[in-house]
């Protein structure tokens, strides 16, 4: 099955501080998502992104297909950053995601 | 739109009991939904694939007999823990396609989860 790695396993920010957080994945996949995990456990659905780059206020997300990874870019963090941000990749249809283990960030005033 | 709810948010049962957990998709039908677990600062796994109208597939060492699913309608998957354990305690989540979304064709929609504590 497809295998998802991402790095780095945790990541302590200063407010206000910029971070990137990648995901690399072993097979072509249809279907890229990355989520934030708030501590009440609710997966945020922050892109759909299988490819291509896309923005949402001080977030952004690049998927390089052809290569087999994507990057999750985090500008002007705020302490409501924190929390777990998870990589998910499928094939698309009717087939399931497979998660990475996820990054733990930790944004401190 | 693209909605998937779950309930309930949170059970306590007592060893030995079943609990049923329900996942639905708000305002699309799904064929087919996904269940997943997820044990405290870990990822989630896939357990089960949910098939309206059809048995539903099992991950390698997810035992069916234990967690029943029934997805008997386009909008409706039930998973029912059958005879919990203490080790059952988990944070149990769904998710769905809504195929007819041009725009997101393959985009997953999660359920808010379910924890499940077996005392």
Known sequence: GIQVEQSPPDLILQEGANSTLRCNFSDSVNNLQWFHQNPWGQLINLFYIPSGTKQNGRLSATTVATERYSLLYISSSQTTDSGVYFCAVGKGGNTPLVFGKGTRLSVIA | ?119
């Open chain 2, 1 to 119: 739109g693209a909605v998937v709810s779950q309930h309930p948010s949170r059970v306590i049962c007592k060893s030995g009991t079943s609990v049923k957990i329900e996942c639905r998709s708000l305002d699309f039908q799904a064929t087919t939904m996904f269940w997943y677990r997820q044990f405290p600062k870990k990822s989630l796994m896939l357990m089960a694939t949910s098939n309206e109208g059809s048995k539903a597939t099992y991950e390698q060492g997810v035992e069916k007999d234990k967690f029943l699913i029934n997805h008997a309608s386009l909008t409706l998957s039930t998973l029912t823990v059958t005879s919990a354990h203490p080790e059952d305690s988990s944070f149990y989540i769904c998710s769905a396609r809504d195929a007819l979304r041009r725009s997101t064709f393959n985009e997953q929609f999660f359920g808010p989860g379910t924890r499940l504590t077996v005392l």
